[in-house]
């Protein structure tokens, strides 16, 4: 059914049809819709499940842990200094192997406080241990709610899934968005069953401490999974493609890069505005193109060196910057460039900090000063002197 | 029924644990472990008890057990009940057994959470009276002039200068369905108090005074007796909140020596007369409001 | 039921699980080794009245046929159950004994 929803609402009804049975979080902008949303769907009983009032983002994703630790399935969400508060509880998620799926509404980080969006949050917590996704739009944010937990929650894999959306400019924005039925959502999305939870047959002892004799592999088995999720994620599509006839593309989505000499990479809501720029420039007779990373972990390194092989040059725009360093999209891609042994100049473009606008004059300047070579970290907006 | 050493479930669910000989915390852990039975789960927070009973594949619960974030004991039990109530499992307890700074200090706001949501948990804080796990420092638990590492007694400071946290009080306040304070000196009514806990619906609390020998200074065979005496001597007291009123359940005619209490102890070994004489100035002003304003037993 | 020591001691890496979630109670060592005295139950004397099985922090004691026996794989010689022992039947002995 065809509805006109916001970012966050649309993801509210995705996690309406999965079906969660524990949801435990705390409002912040721009993720309260959510989570107001949610709290309707328990109130008119279109969602039976338990809702619990936290206190704080740390006992979201603590009470969470408990519920998945308990055997059901359990959804948070949350934003920025909410993001950072659950810190300790991410990794806490993923060592445990608690398949718990989070909306996190990507806004910036103070200091100075801001509530719009940029990416700083979920990339500085990037090496925690969770899937992470980013959506582009509405319906993808929808659809991402059912992937999540059919990726996150398959055996293979048992790792938790954090879902990104631009603060505002997807979060709040309003788009036509397919709503699935909830038959054709059961149809892909099983009942939740693990035994990594209490059983009262054969008791478990959890989330316990292990040495420097085993610590090492229970690590390596944790990052072995979260590279499981790469063919999961295809196999989830697939199914998903059937049943909806929507067909998502894996861990990167690429346009008109097969040909093109200088690739735009980026990530989120700026890759439309981006394409549309490619398409004013190859009319122009520029060959460019735009890859959007959709999945930052497990990160597509083999797929983001197949896709830019031949380009002459690539951009990495993202709204996040590593401090004293460069974009940790930047240092990823380009860590993947080298790995494939492809020697091709790469700048990084820093943007969108603190929800500040990225115009369709910023994207057409990035594409020209990856053509003629830049500096390797370019903040746009500001001209450093040199 | 009450629940005696004759009567108890002889089970055994916290065993092989590698807790100091003579550790209080393990002895409130097993004792309260041997009322709720099977059907328990136990949340327990970093710190001593997780620390000494889960160190894979070392496991020394026989019942289900979890270790939390150091400040998330009470938010998981929220999350545990939550979880196993979907499930369609009702005759289960989730406890959670968590030391004096997991509590009073960086726990107390989760703590506050759950009690204010009335989840259907039971929440025990075993108080060895100072950050044990980690070597002794001062948490809110800590009592005034105790000696811990980052209450050193000198010459200038005679260690903690500030007075335990009222938690029992503070809990209370949130107008929680049950909650009482013991001792493992005095087993039988800490066990009738989890044994009553147990069978009530909806936030319960238990604040049990747990010896620590390592951190108080005390013979590793001493921790039983110390548990007693600081009941004896008017330091610590039995005490229940419950349908919104206070009880005392025993109200000493004469309180044992404050100062036989606090010297046996190295970590009160410091203090001058002047000090032990604030001590028992404030025992005496607490116990001067609990009988004036609380309910006595018998 | 209690906790009991299992055949398998050393976990590899396919012993290791996926997850943070195995079986309770699962002992792979004991702790005899920490005493230096051990308490010796005077079973003559012994009424079996359960207050050293009560106040025991490691649950080492077991009232057998009206008399405490002690698991001494797992007692850690605190000496808890001689104070806690009204009548004396209960008396600390140095190890190298």
């Known amino acids: ?386 | 029924m009450s629940v005696t050493a004759k009567t108890l479930d002889t089970n055994e669910y916290f065993y092989g644990h590698k807790a100091c000989a003579g550790c209080g915390g393990s002895l409130a852990v097993r004792a309260a472990l041997k009322v709720l039975g099977e059907k328990s789960v136990a949340v327990l927070p970093a710190g001593c008890m997780s620390a000494v009973g889960f160190n894979f594949p070392q496991l020394c619960f026989s019942n289900n057990a979890i270790i939390s974030m150091f400040a998330g004991t009470a938010s998981m039990l929220t999350g545990v009940e939550a979880g196993l109530r979907r499930r369609g499992i009702t005759d289960f307890q989730a406890v959670g057994f968590a030391g004096d700074g997991g509590t009073a200090d960086i726990g107390i706001q989760a703590l506050s959470g759950a009690i204010d949501r009335g989840d259907n948990i039971l929440y025990i804080c075993y108080d060895n009276e100072a950050y044990m796990n980690t070597g002794i420092q001062k948490s809110g638990l800590t009592p005034f002039g105790a000696k811990t590492t980052t209450t050193p007694a000198g010459a200038n400071i005679h260690g903690n200068i500030r007075p335990k946290k009222n938690l029992f009080e503070i809990v209370a306040a949130h107008d929680i369905p049950y909650a009482a304070t013991a001792t493992v000196g005095y087993l039988p009514d800490f066990l009738n108090k989890v044994e009553k806990a147990k069978s009530i619906k909806g936030t319960k609390f238990i604040h049990v005074i747990a010896p620590c020998p390592t951190g108080w200074g005390i013979p590793v065979s001493d921790t039983v007796e110390a548990a007693r005496e600081i009941v004896d001597c008017g330091l610590w007291y039995l005490a229940e909140y419950e349908n919104g009123a206070f009880t005392l359940n025993r109200d000493p005619k004469e309180f044992t020596s404050v100062e036989d209490y606090l010297k046996r102890q190295a970590r009160f070994k410091h203090l001058t007369d002047d000090d032990i004489r604030v001590i028992i100035e404030s025992r005496d002003k607490k116990w001067e409001k609990i009988r004036s304003n609380w309910k006595t037993k018998e | 039921m209690k906790p009991f020591v299992r055949e398998k001691k050393t976990f590899g890496f396919d012993d290791v699980p996926e997850d943070t979630c195995y079986e309770a109670g699962y002992l792979v060592t004991i702790n005899a080794g920490w005493r230096s005295i051990r308490p010796v139950i005077n079973a003559e004397k012994c009424v079996g009245c359960s207050q050293c099985y009560l106040y025991c922090p490691d649950g080492v004691i077991a009232i057998k046929d009206g008399k405490a026996v002690v698991d001494y794989d797992f007692c850690k010689g605190c000496g808890i159950c001689e104070k806690t022992c009204k009548i004396g039947a209960i008396v600390m002995e140095d190890e190298q004994k």
Not at chain 1, 56 to 72: D, F, M, N, P, R
Not at chain 1, 211 to 229: C, M, Q, S, V, W
Not at chain 1, 291 to 305: A, D, H, M, N, Q
């Open chain 1, 1 to 386: 059914m065809k509805q006109y929803l916001s970012g966050d609402e649309a993801f509210a009804a995705g996690i309406r049809l999965a079906r969660p049975e524990v949801v435990s979080a705390y409002p912040i902008t721009p993720q309260t819709i959510v989570v107001e949303r949610l709290s309707d769907m328990v109130e008119d009983g279109s969602l039976d499940a338990e809702f619990i009032h936290v206190e704080s983002e740390h006992s979201a994703l603590s009470c969470a842990i408990g519920a998945s630790a308990a055997g059901v399935r359990t959804f948070t969400a949350t934003s920025s200094q909410g993001l950072l508060y659950m810190a300790e509880g991410l990794v806490y998620a993923s060592g445990g192997r608690f398949p718990i799926v989070m909306m996190n509404a990507n806004r910036s980080t103070a200091l100075p406080w801001n509530i719009y969006g940029d990416q700083r949050d979920s990339l500085a917590l990037l090496d925690t241990g969770w899937i992470q996704a980013y959506a582009e739009n509405a319906q993808e944010a929808l659809d991402l709610a059912l992937l999540s937990y059919y990726i996150a929650e398959h055996k293979d894999v048992s790792t938790p899934f954090m879902v990104n959306l631009d603060g505002f400019i997807l979060t709040h924005t309003y788009e036509e968005v397919d709503v699935p039925e909830q038959a054709d959502a059961d149809k892909f999305l099983p009942h939740y069953e693990t035994e990594n939870c209490f059983d009262f047959e054969h008791p478990k002892n959890m989330a316990f401490s292990a040495g420097p004799d085993t610590n090492y592999i229970f690590k390596y088995k944790e990052h072995a999974a979260l590279l499981r999720a790469i063919p999961v994620i295809t196999e989830a599509e697939q199914k998903f493609a059937e049943i909806f006839g929507r067909q998502y593309t894996g861990l990167i989505d690429t346009y008109k890069t097969e040909d093109a000499d200088y690739i735009l990479i980026t990530l989120g809501t700026i890759a439309g505005l981006s394409r549309e720029i490619a398409d004013k420039l190859r009319a122009e007779g520029k060959k460019v193109g735009v890859l959007r990373i959709r999945y930052l972990r497990p990160f597509p390194t083999e797929e983001i060196s197949a896709a830019v092989k031949n380009a002459k040059a690539v951009a990495v725009l993202e709204k996040d910057i590593s401090f004293g360093n460069a974009g940790t999209v930047f240092t990823n891609v380009t860590s993947a460039l080298q790995a494939a042994g492809l020697n091709i100049p790469a700048y990084n473009f820093i943007g969108g900090l603190g929800g500040r606008n990225i115009s369709h004059a910023d994207i057409t300047d990035i594409f020209e000063k990856t053509e003629h070579g830049t500096e390797r970290v370019n903040f746009i907006g500001i001209e450093v002197q040199k």
